[in-house]
């Protein structure tokens, strides 16, 4: 499914890249879990073990939060980034040469830029992340299949953008074509946005405050994310893709 890139580089090449700059970038989006995250999840399972005083707790977890914390989160987020550097990998030879006649690291910074708007901005926008104590157990699977069904809605309306933008761009000009397009995706994106059922589940009386810096949080570490992946990845196609002259012999002086 996959093209070869330009300059007789299998796709093989940019998708252990793609997995090596997701490897930075999971470390880079760990590191800032850790330190903005942690604490706001601290936060809410303290106020949900409060509001549970009394009450049957059941059986306490298997793993302690401490582990959870460090090891568990740094290998869920590493195996998560790595996994996603290969597709985004894959996307980078469908799109290379395709988009514009940018070089490998203009492309990258753009095709990362696209997926860092439509698989995280706009879903988060419609369903944001929320702390542990916020969200009915029960219906854990109703707002999941929500989640997924607006990154894929948001994908497909990026690809239908695209599609319509180079379609007009031959008559109306490259800068035309691109409003157009954008256009078109707000738009439709709103019309999801108000189509698409909501989701308030918050507790009584939970903090706002602590919501709120929860999602700042999460958005953090995506944009981590997919900015060291992007610069990574962009660094790393760009030296297997544009050949480095050879240096030049010193010229032996003659006698």
Not at 97 to 114: H, N, S, V, W
Request: proline share 7%; net charge neutral; charged share 10%.
């Amino acid at each position: 499914m996959t093209s070869t890139p330009p300059g007789g580089v299998s796709p093989r090449t940019l998708l252990v890249r793609g997995m090596l700059a997701g490897l930075l970038a999971g470390l880079a989006a760990f590191l800032v879990a850790y330190l903005l995250g942690e604490s706001k999840v601290d936060a809410a399972i303290a106020i949900e073990e409060a509001a549970a005083a009394g009450h049957d707790h059941g059986e306490e977890a298997p793993v302690g939060r401490a582990l959870q914390a460090t090891a568990g989160l740094g290998t869920g987020v590493v195996l998560y980034a790595v996994a996603l550097g290969g597709i985004a990998a894959l996307v980078f030879c469908f799109a290379l040469g395709r988009i514009g006649r940018f070089g490998p690291r203009a492309t990258a910074a753009l095709f990362t830029g696209g997926l860092y708007v439509t698989v995280t901005l706009v879903p988060f926008f419609k369903y944001p992340a929320n702390p542990p104590a916020v969200g009915d157990p029960e219906t854990a699977a109703r707002r999941t299949a929500l989640y997924l069904l607006m990154i894929a809605l948001s994908v497909l309306l990026a690809a239908g953008a695209l599609i319509l933008g180079r379609r007009i761009a031959p008559r109306a000009g490259n800068w035309n074509a691109s409003v157009v397009a954008g256009a078109a995706f707000a738009s439709v994106i709103g019309i999801s946005y108000a189509v698409l059922p909501g989701i308030d589940e918050v507790p009584a009386g939970f903090p706002a405050a602590l919501i709120w810096d929860f999602r700042l949080a999460s958005l953090a570490i995506q944009t981590a994310l997919w900015t060291t992946f992007g610069l990574a990845f962009g660094f790393l196609a760009e030296r297997a893709l544009v050949p480095t002259s050879a240096p030049k012999e010193a010229v032996q002086p003659t006698s």
